[in-house]
C-alpha cells in the first residue's frame, strides 16, 4: 500500500482554487461579487485575450487598509462572517474568504486598493499565492484587481478551456447577470479595448433590461408581482412571441443572487403551458426572495446554485404567478365552451366552395395508361424503396442503401389536392402519393441557396433604409466577428450605435420577411462555438431553408403545388429534405386491396 503523505500547501491551494476558478468568467463573477459586496456603484471591466491574459476589475467602493489588503489573498480569509449562525442570514455575496486566494494561486495578481480616509493607495503584487511586492501608490477611493496570465501555473485547466469567443461570452454572460441584478450599478465591459457592453445606472428595472437586453425585448415584457407567505415573485416575462431559439435571456434571482436552478426555471416554463413553441425559450429576469432562514446557499463551489426549503411549493407559486400574468394580458386562450359544444354537435361546417372546387376538381380525371405505368419501372421502384406507409424510421435505415442517380426524376403523378393543410395528395402508377409540402420547399429553397453561396453567388435584395436589429453584447460580439461571413450568407450589417445595426442586404430567395429572423439564427448557430465555418455552414442553411419553408397549416392551390414540384424536380436529391426526412411516402394500390380485403 502506499504511503499517506498531507499535501503541501501549494498543491492544496492550487486543488481549492479548482473548484472556485473554473474559467476567466468565474474570476469575472468573484470580481464583480466583491465589487458589490464593498458598496460599489460603478464597476469597469477591462479584458484581454478572453481573459486568459488579462481581467481587471476597477470599483468605487470602500475598499480596504494596509492590513486587510495583506490578507484578503490568504484563504478562509474574510471580512464578511465571523461565525457558524451568520452562515444562515448571509446578505453578502461572498462568506467563504476564498476567492481571492483561489484566484491568486493560479495567476499574477495586483491589487490597489484606497479607502475615503486615506492619502494613499496600497499596492499589493502577488504570484502563485506569494507576495511579490507591496507599497504605496496614488490612487482613487476604491479597489483596482488586475489579473493576468490565468492558469499559467495549471497547465491542465488552461488546456480545458473552450475557444476564445466561447469564453468571452462566458465573461459577458456574467457581466449581463450581475447588471440586471443591479439597476443602480454603472457596469462597464471592454474587451481588447472594445465596449462590448454599457449598463448605465437607472432606477427602474425595465429601462436596465432596456439597456442589456435591446428596447424591442424591453418594451414587450409583462411584468410579474406576486406574494404569498412563502415567497415574493417580482420581475419581467416576454410575451410568447418574443421566445427565442436560446437561453440567453434568462435570468433568475434568489434572494438577490443569481443562481441556476432548474426547478424553477421548469415552474418558469410550465407558467406558459402551451404557448410556447417546442424548443423555444421565453425571455425572463425574475426575482425570488424568500426568508434567508430557508435557504442554503452553501451548497455550490461556485455558488451557482441554492438549496431552498419548500421547493415544491415555492416552484407552483412561481408557475401561478407566470400563468396569471399571462391570462390578464389575454395571452392564454380560455376555452371557449359553446365554440365547442357548436363544433361538437353542431351541423358540419360547409366546405367553402372555392376551395372545394380546385381540391376536388382534378381527382375525376385521369387515371394512367397501361403504357406509362410500366415505362417508368426505374424511378418508380426508387420512391417504392424509399419509401413506406409503416414509419419514417424504417425509411431512414433503408435510404443509405439506395444512390440516387443524379438526375432523379420525380415520379409520374397526378396531383389531387391538399389534405390538412400540410400534404399533397397525387394519384401515381401503383398507388397513391402523399408528399410534406413543407418538406418540398425546404429542399427546393436549401438547393438553390446552397448553390448561390458554393458559388460565393448569393442574390440579395437591398433594404433602401434598413432594418433596425438589436443584439445583446454577446451577439454583438459574434456579428462583429463574423461580418463577411454573414456577408457571404447575403446579411449586409451596418454598425449603427452600440449594439444596434442596420440589416442593409437580404438573400433574395428567403425575403425581406423571413430574414430578420434568419439574422438571429445564424447567429445562433455562430455562438455556439464551434470554430469551423466549413462545419457549421451546411447546418446554417439548411435551418434558415427549413425556417423560410411554408408551413404545415399553409393553403396552397394546385398551380402553387405544381409550381413547387416543379421546382423539386430540378433539385439534385429530390427526396428528401436537407435533415434526411422524406419527401414523398406512397402508399401502394396493392396494399389498399388487401386493407378492403378485394385480394
Ligand atoms: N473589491 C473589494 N473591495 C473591498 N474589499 C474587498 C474587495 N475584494 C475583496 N475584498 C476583501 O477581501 C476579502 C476576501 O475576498 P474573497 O472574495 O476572497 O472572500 P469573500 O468575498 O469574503 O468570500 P467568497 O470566497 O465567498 O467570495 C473580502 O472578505 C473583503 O473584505
Ligand atoms: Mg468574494
Redesign the pocket.
Known amino acids: 500500500m502506499k504511503e499517506i503523505t498531507v499535501l503541501d500547501e501549494d498543491l492544496i491551494n492550487k486543488i481549492a482554487a479548482g473548484e ?1 476558478i473554473e474559467r476567466p468568467a468565474s474570476v469575472v463573477k ?2 464583480i ?3 458589490l ?2 458598496g ?1 456603484t460603478r464597476i469597469s471591466i477591462d479584458i484581454e485575450d478572453s481573459g486568459q491574459k488579462r481581467i481587471r476589475i476597477s ?1 468605487n ?4 487598509d494596509e492590513e ?1 489588503a495583506r ?3 490568504l484563504p478562509h ?4 462572517i465571523r461565525s457558524v449562525d451568520d452562515l444562515f442570514s448571509i446578505k ?10 483561489s484566484i491568486a494561486a493560479v495567476s499574477q495578481v495586483s491589487i490597489i ?1 484606497k479607502q475615503d480616509n486615506q492619502l494613499e493607495g496600497f499596492n499589493l503584487v502577488v504570484e502563485s499565492g506569494s507576495v511579490i511586492s507591496s507599497g504605496s501608490v496614488a490612487s482613487e477611493k ?2 483596482t ?1 488586475d489579473i493576468q496570465n490565468l492558469f499559467f501555473n495549471t497547465p491542465a485547466r488552461k488546456k480545458f478551456l473552450k475557444t476564445d469567443a466561447v469564453e468571452l461570452r462566458h465573461i459577458i454572460d456574467v457581466v449581463t447577470q450581475y447588471a440586471l441584478l443591479h439597476p443602480s450599478v454603472l457596469f462597464i465591459l471592454h474587451h481588447e479595448g472594445r465596449e462590448l457592453l454599457t449598463s448605465p445606472q437607472v432606477d427602474d428595472m425595465k429601462n436596465n433590461i432596456a439597456s442589456l437586453y435591446g428596447s424591442t425585448i424591453a418594451k414587450d415584457l409583462i411584468e410579474v408581482k406576486y406574494e404569498n407567505e412563502l415567497v415574493t415573485i417580482y420581475g419581467f416575462i416576454g410575451k410568447p412571441h418574443q421566445s427565442r431559439n436560446d437561453k440567453n435571456q434568462q435570468a433568475l434571482f434568489v434572494n438577490d443572487r443569481w443562481i441556476r436552478n432548474n426547478d424553477i426555471t421548469k415552474a418558469v416554463y410550465d407558467g406558459y403551458h402551451s404557448l410556447l413553441f417546442h424548443h423555444k425559450h421565453p425571455v425572463f429576469v425574475l426575482h425570488i426572495t424568500v426568508d434567508p432562514h430557508k435557504i442554503d446557499v452553501n451548497i455550490h463551489p461556485q ?1 451557482k446554485e441554492v438549496k431552498i426549503e419548500h421547493i415544491k411549493e415555492v416552484c407552483a407559486a412561481i408557475s401561478h404567478a407566470v400563468h396569471e400574468t399571462l391570462k390578464e394580458h389575454n395571452l392564454v386562450p380560455v376555452l371557449d365552451v359553446e365554440f365547442e359544444q357548436q363544433k361538437t354537435f353542431g351541423a358540419p361546417k360547409p366546405v367553402e366552395p372555392q376551395k372545394k372546387e380546385y381540391m376536388f376538381e382534378q381527382s375525376e380525371q385521369t387515371i394512367f395508361p397501361e403504357k406509362e405505368q410500366e415505362q417508368d419501372g426505374a424511378h418508380t421502384t426508387i420512391v417504392e424503396e424509399y419509401t413506406t406507409p409503416e414509419s419514417d424510421v424504417f425509411i431512414s435505415e433503408h435510404k443509405k442503401e439506395f444512390v440516387i442517380p443524379e438526375t432523379a426524376k420525380l415520379p409520374e403523378m397526378k396531383l389531387l389536392g391538399q389534405i390538412h393543410k400540410t400534404f399533397f395528395v397525387a394519384e401515381t402508377p401503383g398507388g397513391l402519393l402523399l408528399i410534406d409540402q413543407h418538406v418540398v420547399q425546404e429542399r427546393v429553397l436549401y438547393e438553390r441557396f446552397m448553390n448561390q453561396f458554393m458559388n460565393k453567388n448569393v442574390a440579395v435584395q437591398e433594404l433602401l433604409r434598413g432594418e433596425l436589429l438589436e443584439f445583446t453584447a454577446a451577439e454583438g460580439v459574434i456579428v462583429h466577428d463574423n461580418s463577411s461571413l454573414l456577408h457571404n450568407f447575403g446579411f449586409t450589417l451596418e454598425e449603427f450605435e452600440g449594439t444596434s445595426y442596420l440589416l442593409k442586404t437580404v438573400p433574395t430567395i428567403f425575403g425581406r420577411q423571413q430574414s430578420t429572423d434568419l439574422v438571429y439564427e445564424v447567429l445562433h448557430f455562430l455562438s455556439e462555438g464551434r470554430n469551423k465555418v466549413e462545419e457549421i455552414q451546411e447546418d446554417i442553411i439548411t435551418r434558415m431553408a427549413c425556417r423560410a419553408s411554408v408551413k404545415a397549416g399553409d393553403v396552397l392551390s394546385i398551380p402553387e403545388m405544381q409550381k413547387l414540384l416543379a421546382e423539386l424536380e430540378g433539385c439534385v436529391l429530390p427526396y428528401t429534405c436537407p435533415h434526411g426526412r422524406s419527401i414523398f411516402i406512397k402508399v401502394p394500390v396493392d396494399e389498399l386491396e388487401k386493407k378492403f380485403r378485394r385480394k
Open positions: 472556485v468573484e470580481l461579487e466583491n465589487s459586496d464593498a460599489a470599483d467602493g470602500h475598499g480596504m486587510n490578507k484578503c489573498i480569509a474574510t471580512s464578511k453578502t455575496l461572498g462568506f467563504r474568504g476564498e476567492a481571492l486566494a486598493t476604491g479597489t484587481i455558488k
